[in-house]
């Protein structure tokens, strides 16, 4: 089975993109350089801010509704337990 991952793209403001991928660091460098996806590249979400690793595609997809659903404030305190800096994380992936 192969695993999965759920992350959350920002910028400053923040506009808030929330994705799931099976190779993270590939997405998130395309996410950067403006590859594949139209929302991420008008809002200049390039900052890598909160990611699960999660034990399948299928679980990770699951997961992305989840936190699709949740309201802003939600989002934000999820990151922020995460990553309470909001630091782009791309680096430590």
């Given at each position: 089975m192969k695993s999965g991952y759920v992350y959350i793209m920002a910028n400053e403001r923040p506009t808030l993109y929330t994705g799931v991928?099976?190779?993270?660091?590939?997405r998130i460098w395309e996410h950067k350089n403006n590859i594949g996806s139209a929302f991420t590249k008008k809002?200049?979400?390039h900052k890598l801010v909160y990611f699960e690793v999660i034990d399948s595609i299928e679980f990770a997809i699951i997961?992305?509704?989840q936190i699709k659903d949740m309201n802003r404030g939600d989002?934000?305190?999820l990151i922020k337990q995460f990553n309470?800096?909001?630091?782009?994380?791309?680096?430590?992936?």
């Open positions: 991928t099976a190779n993270l660091k590939k809002y200049n979400l997961r992305e509704k989002k934000l305190k309470p800096d909001f630091k782009d994380l791309f680096n430590n992936i």
